[in-house]
T-cell receptor, first 118, second 113 residues
Framework: GAVVSQHPSWVICKSGTSVKIECRSL??????MFWYRQFPKQSLMLMAT?????????EQGVEKDKFLINHASLTLSTLTVTSAHPEDSSFYIC??????????????FGPGTRLTVL | GENVEQHPSTLSVQEGDSAVIKCTYS??????FPWYKQELGKRPQLIID?????GEKKDQRIAVTLNKTAKHFSLHITETQPEDSAVYFC????????????FGKGTTLSVSS
């Protein structure tokens, strides 16, 4: 099956710094990727849709200047949390749909990145 | 936009009993409904999915039913086992293939032996 990786798996940073999270599709090309955020004991909330070669589409209430998304290639999307604050501490998960045979555009999720802002 | 409601938020059953989780969605254009199992700190794992042109799908102890008219779908787990204990999420795909999933709030299932 399709594999999506994320790096780093966890990161601790100081308040005010920026953190970059990478999402890679390892064995398929993804023109679209999605970024979700999950707070403890809550659901996955869609943050934005990352589109290869064009601007990301952000969900209502998500600050595009704070959560910078770049999708520079067909296998890599990055999420940069700028000027991170403790309230940004969360589990960030990316996903990518694939049209691999039999998948019906099933979405494959990365393993997630645990961000802790001190 | 799409909104997915999921009930119950917690469910406790005895080993061997059945468990049912229900979801409703708001966007009649949604056409794909997956169910995910998530263990603490890990990525969601797809356990079963159903497309809008199908009313029911079964995979061993797991089944999903879909009522398009009522806009609701349900997950049924039979003969539950302790290892079924986890958080389960339903989701609806917002639009055509390749578009984002919108998730329900999740159900914490506890199976006691």
């Amino acid at each position: 099956g399709a594999v999506v990786s994320q790096h780093p798996s966890w990161v601790i940073c100081k308040s005010g710094t920026s953190v970059k999270i990478e999402c890679r599709s390892l064995d398929f090309q993804a023109t679209t990727m999605f970024w979700y955020r999950q707070f403890p004991k809550q659901s996955l909330m869609l943050m934005a849709t990352s589109n290869e070669g064009s601007k990301a589409t952000y969900e209502q209430g998500v600050e595009k200047d704070k959560f910078l998304i770049n999708h520079a290639s067909l296998t890599l999307s990055t999420l940069t949390v700028t000027s991170a604050h403790p309230e940004d501490s969360s589990f960030y998960i990316c996903s990518a749909p694939t049209s691999l045979a039999g998948s019906y555009n099933e979405q494959f999720f990365g393993p997630g990145t645990r961000l802790t802002v001190l | 936009g799409e909104n997915v409601e999921q009930h119950p938020s917690t469910l406790s059953v005895q080993e061997g009993d059945s468990a049912v989780i229900k979801c409703t969605y708001s966007d009649s254009a949604s056409n794909y409904f997956p169910w995910y199992k998530q263990e603490l700190g890990k990525r969601p794992q797809l356990i079963i999915d159903i497309r809008s042109n199908v009313g029911e799908k079964k995979d061993q102890r797991i089944a999903v039913t879909l009522n398009k008219t009522a806009k609701h779908f349900s997950l049924h787990i039979t003969e539950t086992q302790p290892e079924d204990s986890a958080v389960y999420f339903c989701a609806a795909r917002r639009g055509q293939a390749g578009t984002a999933l919108i998730f329900g709030k999740g159900t914490t299932l506890s199976v006691s032996s």
